[in-house]
T-cell receptor
Framework: GQQLNQSPQSMFIQEGEDVSMNCTSSSIFNTWLWYKQDPGEGPVLLIA?????ELTSNGRLTAQFGITRKDSFLNISASIPSDVGIYFC???????????????FGTGTRLQVTL | KAGVTQTPRYLIKTRGQQVTLSCSPISGHRSVSWYQQTPGQGLQFLFE???????NKGNFPGRFSGRQFSNSRSEMNVSTLELGDSALYLC????????????????FGPGTRLTVL
């Protein structure tokens, strides 16, 4: 099945450092979502982006919807140990086509934070 | 508000058997989507149910089926299990008015870990 290209695949960073990850697609999406998944749990929504060029923050997290609608970026500032986990981007098609439920997920970025 | 709940959390089956997984959406949510997560293929969309009807379908064989009840609860069934069906099966719910923006955001349950021996 289709997966979006997400990079980096994994990151080892020190506590306090900033983190950046991105997601690219060959298709246009109308909504970009960023999720975090802890071991043994389902993905938890972090940020949702609905408009090309939109920049949205949620605490130390900031995400941007690429102007081409084919990419998105997530930044985490001043990382802390509880940021450890796998981060997924997801693209959502046009809500008016009736296929809005068919999220296409990225390959994931595994983040590990050392003290 | 309670989140999405899935039962059971863990399941072990043998090849050839069938399995039924259950999902209770967030109260008021009318759409339930199912996803399969494996290390090799990542998160893949299985199907979506809305108002007791399958509205969207991914690229999975007919052994994978589902249904939705009038209270929006959903079940997923996999028949004739294969080793490759071992995965984390995730259910997500949304309000799904089909034309709105933020209200269609999907919220995931903890998943059911299925192991096929």
């Amino acid at each position: 099945g289709q997966q979006l290209n997400q990079s980096p695949q994994s990151m080892f960073i020190q506590e306090g450092e900033d983190v950046s990850m991105n997601c690219t697609s060959s298709s246009i999406f109308n909504t970009w979502l960023w999720y975090k998944q802890d071991p043994g749990e389902g993905p938890v929504l972090l940020i949702a982006l609905y408009k090309a060029g939109e920049l949205t923050s949620n605490g130390r997290l900031t995400a941007q919807f690429g102007i081409t609608r084919k990419d998105s970026f997530l930044n985490i500032s001043a990382s802390i140990p509880s940021d450890v986990g796998i981060y997924f981007c997801a693209g959502q098609p046009n809500l008016n086509t009736g296929t809005a439920s068919k999220l296409t997920f990225g390959t994931g970025t595994r983040l590990q934070v050392t003290l | 508000k309670a989140g999405v709940t899935q039962t059971p959390r863990y399941l072990i089956k043998t090849r050839g058997q069938q399995v039924t997984l259950s999902c209770s959406p967030i109260s008021g949510h009318r759409s339930v989507s199912w996803y399969q997560q494996t290390p090799g293929q990542g998160l893949q969309f299985l199907f979506e149910y809305f108002s007791e009807t399958q509205r969207n379908k991914g690229n999975f064989p007919g052994r994978f089926s589902g249904r939705q009840f009038s209270n929006s609860r959903s079940e997923m069934n996999v028949s004739t299990l294969e080793l490759g069906d071992s995965a984390l099966y995730l259910c997500a719910s949304s309000w799904a008015p089909a034309t709105s923006g933020s209200s269609d955001t999907q919220y995931f349950g903890p998943g059911t870990r299925l192991t096929v021996l």
